[in-house]
């Protein structure tokens, strides 16, 4: 709970700004993980059709895949700055004063 109330704190909005695409039935019924059913379920679901399909064969869903991972990636990113942001109000608070540190988020990274 420390770091729901370091976010309030900081003015920052815990989870993702991304919409659950997928429902809790087609989730159940493509038989995801529960450590899967995330705001990148909706492309998983046809990632593992494909893969099921066409034998695993690494190549052949390359396009699914690389979707499902850009999503994930963009959700990792995501998170990564709500957390900065949370660390960037804690020390501040801590030191009382403006903080100086090397961000967590590289400059090149694009998030939208």
């Keep these: 709970m420390e770091a729901a109330a370091a976010a309030a704190a900081a003015g920052v909005q815990l989870g993702s700004s991304k919409p659950q695409i997928a429902t809790q039935a087609e989730m159940a019924e493509a038989r995801l993980p529960l450590s899967y059913r995330d705001q990148c379920a909706h492309l998983l679901i046809p990632l593992n059709k494909c893969r099921v399909a066409e034998y695993y064969l690494p190549w052949k869903c390359e396009p699914?895949?690389?979707?499902?991972?850009?999503?994930?990636?963009?959700?990792?990113m995501e998170r990564m700055l709500q957390m900065q942001k949370i660390r960037e109000a804690q020390e501040a608070k801590a030191k009382g004063g403006a903080t100086i540190g090397v961000p967590l988020i590289p400059s090149a990274a694009k998030l939208s």
């Design 64 to 76: 699914e895949r690389h979707a499902y991972e850009k999503c994930q990636y963009e959700l990792v």
